[in-house]
Structure formats: C-alpha cells, structure tokens
C-alpha cells in the first residue's frame, strides 16, 4: 500500500532536483547552509560547508523518499558518507522541524504495521526499535497502543498458520505423547521469537492444541 507520506515527498524531492522548489525550503536558519548556495546569494559559489550541507540534505531526501527512517538511521546513513557531525545535526534538526523525520510517529507506525503484518508482539517490536536508534520513552509509548487481545489474537494467528494441515495425534501412548510435546515446543519458541510472552504463548499453544485434539 502507498505511503500518502512518503509520496509527497518523493515528489517534492523531484522539483526539489528540478529546480521548481525553493532551494532553502529545508535549510531554516542554519549557520552551515549559507546564502551563498541559493540563487542571488552572495558569492559566486558555495562554500565547503554550504556544499556539505547541501549534499547531506539531498540524501536524506532521497533516504526518506524510500521509506521512512528513525533520526539514528539517517545519522548513520550520513556518517558513512563522511559529513561532519556539524552537518549531520544541522540537517537532520531542519528535517525535525518540517516533520520529514519524527520518531514518535515512527515508532507508532512501525509498532502498527510490523504487529498487524507479521505478528510481532512486545519484546520483538521494542527489540527492532532500540536496534533503529529510538529512545526508550518514544518505544513504551508506541507500544502502549497494543493490549494484551490485540498480542494474544496475533499469537493465535500464528498458532493456526503453522497448525494448518498439521496432524496431531490424540492417543495416549508414548510416541503420541512425545510428537504432542515436540508440536508444542515448536509452536511456544515460534511465539517467543516472534516477541510473545513465554508463559501466555505455551497458554495460547496449549489451547489450540486441546481444541484440535478434541
């Protein structure tokens, strides 16, 4: 599904390149983009610095035109192409101000769409955010918009999918009792890789078992 987001600014970005969009639109008062790279500025060229600067601001342009990105992604995308740090923060904090980066909102809609997509509960959602660079407040608060239904019902999900033209066997001899036990491990470790809480999932597993084996 398109990002209504993420198209505006791939199409801001391409007047941006084309010459249409005001050069400063992303600059604010920055002391590291001088006037002298915007047309009629002083100088009849940029300065290393306005040069960096312009430079950097174009990739993140492009970065955040893919998909959207934490603050500490785009740190880390920049210092791999060796801006200063001067830069770096010039840049990224006129990208806060015009809400291209906003890790609040990153984080909600990251939390949203990686539950609701591939089932991640808690654990794996705050795993992946910490990984991305965001703060561990920003986290709780993403994380707060899922309740313990919305986790158990992606956990049963899951349950089923990987239940789904699976046999389990209901006698009550050993071999049945062990192939029981093994369908369950590996049912409760799917769950707690995926970010489920241990206790609920072998809950949640022994549950959907019962009712199979009815």
């Known amino acids: 599904m398109a990002d209504p987001k993420v198209d505006a600014l791939r199409e801001t970005l391409q007047k941006y390149e084309s010459g249409e969009l005001r050069s400063d639109l992303f600059e604010g008062n920055s ?25 950097a601001r174009a990739t993140v342009l492009r970065k955040l035109t893919g998909s959207p990105k934490s603050r500490h992604q785009l ?19 006129r990208m806060e101000e015009v809400l291209l980066i906003d ?24 795993r992946e955010l910490q990984e991305k660079g965001i703060a561990k407040e920003t986290i709780e608060t993403a994380l707060d918009q899922l309740t313990v239904e919305d986790e158990d019902a992606a956990a049963r ?56 084996s009815a």
């Open 75 to 93: 740190t880390q995308a920049l210092l791999e192409k060796e801006f200063s740090q001067e830069v770096i923060t010039s840049v990224l904090d």
């Open 157 to 212: 999900e899951l349950i089923e999918n990987k239940l789904r033209g699976v046999t389990i066997p209901v006698g009550n001899g050993e071999e049945d009792r062990k192939e029981r036990e093994k369908i369950t491990r590996r049912l409760v470790g799917m769950l707690g890789r995926r970010g489920h809480n241990p206790g609920a999932a072998f809950q949640l597993v022994r549950e959907a078992m019962e009712v199979r």
């Open 103 to 126: 890790d609040a909102e990153f984080a909600r809609t990251w939390v949203r769409t990686r539950h609701e997509m591939k089932g991640l509960g808690s654990a794996a959602l705050r």
């Open 31 to 55: 002391e590291v983009s001088p006037s002298a790279e915007k047309p009629g500025g002083g100088g009849s060229a940029a300065s290393p610095s306005g040069d960096e600067y312009t430079k």
